[in-house]
């Protein structure tokens, strides 16, 4: 009696033949699905890796920023203080020159020799406070200032050279003792300017000037 086809030796080669196809493909199939997940794990982890870094890099521009925004604060802090250290000089300097002017005035120098005289008043308006002073001055200011003049004569363009040189001082916190001889006026002079200062900016009473002037900084 003949065996069925499919019980045949050819029958059971294309079984084997079939089924090593099958595991073929399985294996195929598990080795692409293994490969896409690597493929998934690998960029995930360059990912995160990529995000540690950038992390890393932030935190240390942070640092970087935070040490150069502290040098900064320290030179604009040593600066300021050369800076009034610098005025006050300068007002000393004004207030000892007009004291020599008094002495000589009281004397009688100017009655016994007229060209002695001259020569001592010469010296003094030359030693006195004068347009290099205040270009020496304002450029050391503006550094710690930004463009403070800039902007005060912007929002208020009637301002005289006289009041930027007074809304300077002011912001230093100078008396207004320190302030006459360096402008040039007397110590009611230095409060009725401060006084017309208020007007032109139109503060209310209530309003403190130099607090304003900061503002404007």
């Known amino acids: 009696m003949l065996q069925p086809w499919y019980l045949s030796v050819w029958a059971w080669i294309g079984y084997v033949i079939l089924l090593a196809m099958i595991l073929f493909l399985v294996h195929y199939y598990n080795k692409q699905k293994f490969n896409r997940k690597k493929k998934l794990l690998e960029r995930d982890l360059e990912y995160k890796q990529n995000l540690t870094f950038q992390k890393q890099n932030f935190e240390n521009n942070n640092k970087i920023i935070q040490l150069e925004q502290e040098k900064l604060k320290t030179q604009l802090k ?3 203080k050369e800076l009034a250290s610098y005025a006050a000089l300068m007002a000393k ?7 020599i002017e008094r002495e000589i005035v009281k004397s009688n120098i100017k009655k016994e020799n007229k060209t002695l ?9 030359q030693q006195s406070n004068s347009q290099n002073d205040w270009a020496l001055f304002d450029i050391n200011f503006n550094e710690v200032h930004d463009d403070f003049f800039k902007n005060l004569q912007l929002k208020f363009p009637n301002l005289t050279p006289k009041d930027l040189k007074m809304c300077a001082y002011l912001i230093m916190n100078l008396s207004s003792k320190e302030i006459a001889p360096l402008i040039g006026i007397t110590y009611r002079s230095v409060e009725l300017h401060r006084y017309r200062l208020r007007k032109k900016f139109n503060l209310p009473k209530n309003q403190n000037l130099v607090k304003f002037l900061h503002k404007v900084v």
Do not use: G, R
């Not at 300097?93 to 004291?99: H, V």
């Not at 001592?120 to 308006?125: A, C, G, H, T, V």
């Open 117 to 125: 005289y001259s020569k001592l008043m010469n010296i003094k308006e």
């Open 93 to 99: 300097k004004e207030d000892m020159l007009n004291e």
């Open 78 to 80: 040593s600066k300021s």
